[in-house]
């Protein structure tokens, strides 16, 4: 099979977007899970003893989710050139969301360095009394975790109009576009869901686990496999032909 | 020269111009925001400021003129080299188009600590130790907030001034020069929120691009790019 420049050049961008989708969602899971490792419900003391301990531990935890919120931005191009050709303004679109994704999620990081900054400066406990900080750290965790669902919108926006665009491709087994889209739906719903209900937080938060299955399989599927351009290049001839004979 | 190659030339004069008027601008921002500090003394640097708010307010409005024209900036540089790879330019301008988006909101952050820590300086319902944790929290965001944005920053600048290099269109040693530093400003900006206690050699790590940048701008300002060695490899 010979492959145009610009076919290569999609290939060579979905196996990149492949690539960062595991790297990714690899860089959100561990810096989360770093950081949580730190938290002591309800004791703020123990907790900032904890960071305080081992800072640079907890620091490379916060720059892991900034990378991966950069690393979006790869993401998201990699994605936008391997599906240009099926609808180009959609794939546009796609790209806009991410971008946005990227921003709110970057400057939400800059939250979880001030939440950082209240745990490990002991001139607040002075200043502040002992209580008080730990109102600070309130604040800031809701921003941001709250921004972590309205930044998702944007990020489930773009994922949507990607998988729709794989679905309607080819590109990939339809199964795992349509099983993408469908967690990307789901998702969708969670996440307003969680605005509007917060107490279900923890039941709701399960609602992401069809779209992280979908990511890494469709990952591992780009890297690996890449996208096939034969179908569609299959489908397209069998259009012109059907409207020859039309 | 076709009208594509003469409107890249034209966006190349701009970029090179925006490189230049981007630098003067963020310097004379520092200048005067920087002429306030007290260094230790929260109460003396909030009643300075007070005194000539808006001298202080215009300083902290170039650094949000800085994100306007970062956007100007990003797009000229997208026109001059999207010839050369148009993923690449438009992954480029990405980058550089977030950074804008980040560091606008990061130049809020400033306009609310300073309405905070003069009313609260006024009113007195702060302390002066409480006021000093404020300034404080205030130092520790805006650091953070600029190591996040120069990593952006120089994630698009890495590849701009890599399609430079890769097209000949201006000396290789300035495009070398130019991706050499802009390789130092992403890791100057990890270090920076990594390590607890940054060591202040790490500023140097700016001096490479701000060296290339001065340099690049008078070129595309005064000669252009090069569009001769691209159209010399089409041919071939």
Not at chain 1, 50 to 62: A, F, W
Not at chain 1, 157 to 178: D, E, H, N, R, V
Not at chain 2, 113 to 130: E, R, T, V
Request: charged content about 15%; proline content about 2%; aromatic content about 12%.
């Amino acid at each position: 099979m010979i492959y145009s420049d610009n076919e290569k050049s999609q290939i060579r961008y979905a196996r990149l977007a492949g690539f960062m989708y595991l790297f990714v969602d690899l860089a959100y899971a561990s810096g989360v899970m770093i950081a949580n490792r730190f938290e002591v419900p309800g004791n703020f003391t123990e907790t900032a003893h904890g960071i305080m301990r081992s800072e640079l531990l907890y620091r490379i935890g916060l720059t892991s989710v900034f990378i991966g919120a950069l690393s979006t931005v790869f993401l998201a191009m990699g994605l936008y050139v391997t599906v240009k050709p099926i609808d180009k303004n959609l794939a546009l679109l796609a790209l806009l969301f991410r971008l946005v994704e990227a921003t709110m999620f970057g400057l939400l990081s800059l939250f979880s360095f001030v939440v950082l900054k209240v745990f490990i400066g002991s001139d607040y406990t002075n200043a502040l009394g002992s209580s008080q900080p730990s109102v600070l750290v309130n604040l800031c965790t809701a921003v941001y975790s709250d921004g972590f669902l309205v930044a998702g919108l944007f990020f489930l926006m773009g994922s949507i109009l990607f998988f729709y665009l794989f679905l309607k491709s080819t590109y990939l087994p339809k199964a795992l576009s349509a099983f993408g889209l469908f967690g990307s739906l789901l998702v969708t719903i969670t996440n307003f869901a969680d605005l509007l209900l917060p107490q279900y937080h923890k039941i709701l938060h399960l609602g992401i686990l069809p779209l992280g299955v979908a990511e890494i399989t469709v990952g591992l599927w780009l890297l690996i496999k890449g996208v096939d351009l034969r179908s569609r290049e299959n489908g397209t001839k069998d259009s012109v032909a059907a409207q020859s004979m039309k | 020269m076709t009208s594509i190659e003469k409107s890249q030339i034209r966006y190349a004069r701009l970029a090179g111009f925006m490189y230049l008027f981007l630098i003067a601008v963020y310097l004379l921002g520092v200048m005067i925001t920087s002429r306030f500090e007290v260094p230790g003394n929260i109460a003396e640097t909030t009643h300075r400021v007070m005194e000539h708010e808006l001298l202080f307010r215009f300083g902290l409005a170039l650094g949000s003129l800085n994100a306007l024209c970062a956007v100007l900036l990003a797009v000229s540089l997208y026109v001059a080299v999207r010839v050369i790879d148009k993923n690449l330019a438009l992954l480029a301008l990405a980058f550089e188009l977030v950074y804008a988006a980040a560091g606008a909101a990061a130049n809020l952050i400033d306009y609310a600590f300073l309405k905070q820590q003069m009313d609260a300086y006024s009113s007195g319902i702060l302390d002066a130790k409480q006021l000093t944790s404020l300034a404080d929290l205030h130092s520790f965001l805006d650091a953070a907030a600029m190591n996040i944005v120069c990593i952006l920053y120089g994630a698009g600048s890495i590849l701009f001034f890599y399609l430079f290099l890769k097209a000949k269109a201006i000396p290789r040693i300035l495009a070398a020069l130019g991706l050499f530093g802009s390789v130092l400003v992403p890791l100057t900006g990890f270090a920076g929120l990594i390590l607890p206690h940054p060591s202040k050699l790490l500023q140097l790590g700016w001096l490479p691009i701000f060296a290339a940048e001065v340099s690049v701008g008078l070129w595309l300002l005064f000669k252009g790019i090069n569009l001769r060695s691209r159209r010399d490899e089409t041919l071939s």
